[in-house]
């Protein structure tokens, strides 16, 4: 199994700061033959299942705001949020599509500070 | 968009079978990928499988033994068994759509409870 690896576990910042969160696989998700990487992010706030917001690494599902952003390739990814909103307190976790039996990331659960 | 919801017994007993069901709207069980994800405290988010075309499965290894996937496509549903469960069973279990089998998640049901207890 591809084991995915999130860190910090939290972070608790000020509204406007940026949140960067990592995400490291065990191997590489990343696919040649169509230069894609098999890696999304999802938020998940209490009571609520989780909700996309990034797929192939970097592309954001539609409505999510451009403040969400997506980076890396093959093991080493970043989800960046570039000014923290209230709204934006959730867990976010990633998740690897690359081969079964898919697996996630721990969580990073964002606060404000 | 597909709507998904999760139905069944909140309570299982140990060694028992869990059984849930998952009603599609919005979109036909014959189309798409049809994954049950299940969230627990101790392991955080967990894939158990998949199911496709009203009968091909791909199951989690860890739990292929006793996870069986089917799907109705008279009633537009998809349902899970996990026999001889146990209290390491319980946990939020969510029914989830997909494009195909290496796919990210695009639409998650609200999830259902399911504590495993005598």
């Known amino acids: 199994d591809i084991v995915m690896t999130q860190s910090p576990e939290s972070l608790a910042l000020s509204l406007g700061e940026r949140a960067t969160i990592n995400c490291k696989s065990s191997?590489?998700?990343?696919?040649?033959?169509?230069?894609?990487?098999?890696l999304a992010w999802y938020q998940q706030k209490p009571g609520q299942p989780p909700k996309l917001l990034i797929y192939w690494a970097s592309t954001r599902e539609s409505g999510v705001p451009d403040r969400f952003s997506g980076s890396g390739s093959g093991t080493d990814f970043t989800l960046t949020i570039s000014s923290l909103q209230a709204e934006d307190v959730a867990v976010y976790y990633c998740?690897?599509?690359?081969?079964?039996?898919?697996?996630f990331g721990q969580g990073t659960k964002v606060e404000i500070k | 968009q597909v709507q998904l919801q999760e139905s069944g017994p909140g309570l299982v007993k140990p060694s028992e079978t869990l059984s849930l069901t998952c009603t599609v709207s919005?979109?036909?069980?014959?189309?798409?990928?049809w994954s049950w994800i299940r969230q627990s405290p101790g392991k955080g988010l967990e894939w158990v499988g998949y199911?496709?075309?009203?009968?091909?499965?791909n199951y989690n290894p860890s739990l292929k033994s006793r996870v069986t996937m089917s799907v109705d496509t008279s009633k537009n549903q998809f349902s899970l068994k996990l026999s001889s469960v146990t209290a390491a069973d319980t946990a939020v279990y969510y029914c989830?759509?997909?494009?195909?089998?290496?796919?990210?998640?695009?639409?998650w049901g609200q999830g259902t409870l399911v504590t495993v207890s005598s």
């Open positions: 191997q590489s998700v990343f696919y040649s033959s169509n230069n894609n990487n098999y």
């Open positions: 199911i496709y075309n009203s009968g091909s499965t």
């Open positions: 919005g979109g036909s069980v014959s189309s798409y990928y």
């Open positions: 998740q690897q599509y690359y081969s079964t039996p898919w697996t």
């Open positions: 989830a759509s997909h494009r195909s089998s290496l796919d990210w998640v695009s639409n």
